[in-house]
Every structure is written in C-alpha cells, then in structure tokens.
C-alpha cells in the first residue's frame, strides 16, 4: 500500500498547530485517527514482506528458525548445562529445550522494543511527503510501527506457545498476565520513539548512536544469562536497563507460576508514562523545524 492511497484531510491543521501538557493527549490523537493507524500499521507489515516469495510465511519461519539455533547453540554447543534462568540456584542444571524458551522469551521482548526504537530515528526522513506537503499528524508515525512490532510479536508467541505445550505441557494460570507486564514497555516505546524521531531528523547521527544503545541494552538484559549469576555489586546496575524489570516479570510468571510484585509494576508503570510524557512534549515542541529540515 503506497502512501499515496492513505487518505488526508485537512481537519488536522488545527491540531496540528495547537497542542496542550495534558497526558491524555498522548490516547487522543492515535484514537481520533485509529483508522489511519491501522492503514500505516497494515503498511509497514506488508512492505517488510512485499516482494518475497514466501510473503507473510517468514514472520513465521524467523521465529521457528530462531528458537532451533538457540536450542542447538545453547544446548548442544554449551553441553546443554546452564543455570535455569529465574532460579537462585546457579548450579541448577537445565534442560536445553527449556533453556530455549527462556531464552526465546527474553528476545520477543527485546525485539518489540528494537524493532521500534531501532527504526525511529529515521522515520521522518522515510516519510517526508507526510512531513512537507501535506497536512498530517506526525505523531501517529511510531504508533504504525508499533502495529507492525506487535505483530511481529504476537506471531513468535503463538511460535513460542507451540512450543512450549510440547515441551514443558499446560503454562501457569499466571501467563495470563503477560499483556500487563509488557503494558508499560508499549508505552516507554513511544515515548522514547517521539524523542528519536525528532533527533533523528535534526542529527543524523541519531541512527548509529541508538544502533549502539540497542546492542547494549541487549547484552545488559538478563536475556542470555540468569540475573542471578551476576556478582552482587553489578546486579542493581542492570536495572538501569528498561527491558531487565519486565524480562524478570515475564519469566517469573510463565515459567514460576509467580505472580510480579504489583508495586514494582506500578514504579515501572509510573516511569513509563513519565517517559511517554516527556518524549509526548519534546516531539510537539520541536515538529515545527521539520519541514526546514529536511
């Protein structure tokens, strides 16, 4: 779907020159043009896949092709002994299938945020019909890419679902609670995407900065290894990563049967509105050099 087959209007001008501090603001526009969302959303989904032979296929076969590698690399290589993530006791042997989904767990949630964040910088620039000819909300750019993420996303869970009922059998009533723990990173996502967006337009350099940031996050997330093999002095440090706290939730409640801490979700609740606010009022503040930017 081209963009020119997006239809425009221009009932956002007024909009789109009067904004207010409110965080309300942040649900308002993406509701007031849901339908566009969806059109965009349906976009990036199709255009990562147009041309291929195998199409929407390999949003299946990149998840199964993954969670073999991890099982053969962190089973078979590693002679299948690792500490059984979640668990204190670091000398538990581990079963290599069960480590893989583990593993594959930490990465669905890794790949949500990357998928996002990784593409904000240049998102403007990828758009910039939308940015200088015509009358359009900007600000609903990253929740289009955060449509094509979660579908990335909910595909490698019904992928990691198969999976885990063959291996392990029927999952904890406590899964159910997976939609709220990643609540709050779907929020820090925008708020950290407005904030790239803008820079990304301003710095091009944005783009390799955040390429580094992300490589980063993803060796700092207690994603390839337990927290609990880290050396006590460097534990908490971890937790300067967005993505450690959630990681944690989500093992805790898929393979423990634990039920997160409520009032360490509603801190991290809490900072995540606070990010999407913040990134909310920077992106509004600096969309008018955008056009001259480019």
């Not at 019909?129 to 490698?156: D, G, R, Y």
């Not at 609540?183 to 900065?209: A, N």
């Not at 006590?232 to 393979?255: D, G, H, Q």
């Amino acid at each position: 779907m081209g963009s020119s087959s997006i239809p425009m209007t221009t009932r956002h001008s007024a909009k789109a020159s009067r904004w207010r501090l409110s965080p309300l603001d942040i649900l308002r526009s993406p509701w007031a043009n849901r339908d566009l969302v969806s059109r965009l959303g349906r976009r990036e989904i199709e255009a990562r896949y147009r041309g291929s032979v195998l199409g929407l296929f390999w949003a299946i076969m990149q998840p199964l092709v993954l969670l073999a590698v991890y099982t053969f690399v962190f089973g078979m290589v590693f002679q299948a002994k690792a500490p059984r993530m979640g668990m204190e006791d670091a000398a538990a042997d581990m079963n290599m299938s069960n480590f893989a989904l583990e593993l594959f767990a930490g990465l669905i949630v890794f790949n949500l945020f990357s998928d996002c964040v990784g593409r904000a910088p240049s998102i403007l620039r990828s758009n910039v019909t939308f940015v200088k000819k015509i009358v359009f909300p900007l600000e609903i750019l990253p929740w289009s890419t955060m449509v094509m993420a979660i579908f990335n996303a909910i595909v490698a869970i019904l992928v990691f679902g198969i999976f885990y009922a063959f291996v392990i059998g029927v999952p904890p009533v406590t899964i159910l609670l997976v939609p709220l723990i990643v609540l709050p990173v779907i929020i820090m996502i925008l708020g950290f995407s407005w904030i790239l967006m803008s820079l990304g337009l301003y710095i091009q350099d944005t783009q390799q900065v955040v390429g580094l940031i992300l490589t980063v996050t993803l060796f700092t997330c207690p994603i390839f290894y337990p927290l609990s093999v880290v050396p006590e002095p460097w534990k908490s440090w971890l937790y300067i990563n967005p993505l450690t706290t959630v990681v944690e939730m989500i093992r805790s409640s898929v393979f423990m049967g634990v039920t997160p801490g409520i009032g360490i979700w509603l801190i991290y609740l809490g900072a995540s509105l606070l990010i999407a606010w913040i990134g909310w009022i920077w992106f509004m503040a600096t969309r008018r050099g955008f056009a001259d930017a480019l």
